[in-house]
């Protein structure tokens, strides 16, 4: 299995206040990886690590053949990118939000062709094509036209998934992606992911939702006060953990 | 808890609702129509004052069309327009300096704001229109130079000092704007991987546009009224215009009431302008923000009033 995404030793302080604390992290091609654990341990961080919109205090970001903000130079010194470079770095690490971040403004196909028109330079009418299509893939094939506030939770999440995918990520990262949905309208995203991870999307996706982990991912980590306490197939960690913390996290939400 | 329901509403029994449907009497608005009737009298009675008050009318109307007249209202369109273009491009530019990371950029901006926005409008116009005082040539070495009063003509110094003092204003509106703009915006722009210009003119502006938008007509109408200030230096709009008429005829309140008649119908027409424009960039916008102002409700219809944007799904 090749790798894809690789996290080393990952650091990050807010104010004094160490919030990662050395994690490290593979993701191989495909996989599908799940992270839990209590709030405040430190989950979006990550993520926000892993694509630049927070930068590192120590470690290193790998994806898909290149340092995430950096360039290795002779004496094992990173230098940091130009804004430019690292901007072609997050174009190709798909993110969705908890709270959606639909672009208002513009309607729905609007919303996921900006990125393929504007920073990849598509021709419009093969971005549009292409929209079109990735709408249709999570089941908003008739709703193009209508603008985010004309539309459900689950449908701006899934819009939301359509822009990241029209950008052709490398990995997909989803923070939460349902937690600010209506219980009914949970399941129409985890339909939209699960159909997303069948597909071979590299995806790492921190959750609430228990029996998402357990069916769909390849491997489910569990991060505790800035580390992965515990991480391996779900049927291991969800069903027989080491760790303490890990263990008392567990019963409080399985029960 | 429950006995300290409002005491004066009627209460009645659970038992005494009989039917399953009933006929529903809207509540009627008698102080609307009085006080409806009321401003009418009051208008009527101001508008016999002017009548049969020491006016001229027919000076009023001849002079309403004449030519000096006009040509001084285009002046003050003219410069009110331009001078908003600029104040609106450099309010703009200096909004996003304000907001730089870069320190020198943010300083300049302040400095900016500090200086036009803490003088007087009419001091910075006499400023620009004398400022063949200290700098008496304009050299750009090897390519230009001018004497600095050809350069600088009252026309060109009440757009300098109008646009500029405008876009001192216009700064803090536009910061006020984006600022309100989600944080979440500009990162999700990120992750698509828009750059930072990208995302300020496709992502943030246009959801500042429906905030800025209504203090933007509001510096417009000021504008247009402002420009008349322009008249301490010479500069003919229509105010400087009507001066010079009554300086030799004497119809002094006959050539004002012809002004005041111009200026309320750019003010409308900019008025109705904003009205549009409010609308377009509300779009995507579930609530309806602007009501046409008169469309008064006086209890008799039955239906609600309708909502400006259920007409665009
Ligand atoms: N921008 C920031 N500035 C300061 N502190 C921050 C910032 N972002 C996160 N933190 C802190 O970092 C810690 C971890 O936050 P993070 O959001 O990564 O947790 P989380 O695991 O995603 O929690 P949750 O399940 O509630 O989303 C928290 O204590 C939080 O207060
Ligand atoms: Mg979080």
Redesign the interface.
Known sequence: MTTVVKAINIHKNFNGQAVLTGVDLDVSDGEVLCILGPSGGGKSTLLRCL?H?ETLDDGVVWIDGSIIGYELRDGGVLRELP??KV??Q??E???V?Q?F???????ALQNVI??PV???REPRAAATARGKELLAAVGLGDRGGA????LSGGQKQRVAIA??L??NPKVMLFDEPTSALDPELVGEVLDVMRKLAASGTTMIVVTHEIAFARDVADRVAIMVDGTIREIGPPSEVLANPQDPRVRSFLTRVLN | MLSQAAPETNRVGADALQQRSYKIVRLKHPGRWLSGVAVVILLALLVKAFADGKIQWDVVGKFLTAEVILRGFANTLLISFFAMIIGAGLGTLFAVMRLSQNPVTRFVAWLYVWIFRGTPVLLQLLIWFNIALVFPTITIPGLYEARTVDVVTPFVAALLGLGINEGAYMTEVVRGGINSV?H??T??????????F?TLW??IL??TMRLIIPPMGNSAIGMLKFSSLATAISFTEMLNAAQQVYFVNGAVIELLLVCAVWYLLGTTVLNIVQFYIERY?G????RGASRPPFRFSFGLSRTAPRQANEEQ?
């Open positions: 694509n919109l804004p430019r901007r072609r997050q174009r690490i798909g993110m939000f709270h971040n639909l672009f208002p403004h513009m309607t900006e990125g504007k920073v990849r603008y985010p506030s004309q822009r990241a029209a950008m | 989600d979440g915006q990162e999700a722009a990120k992750t698509i991987g828009m750059s930072r990208q496709r992502i246009p959801q960039y779009r995507g916008v579930a799904s």
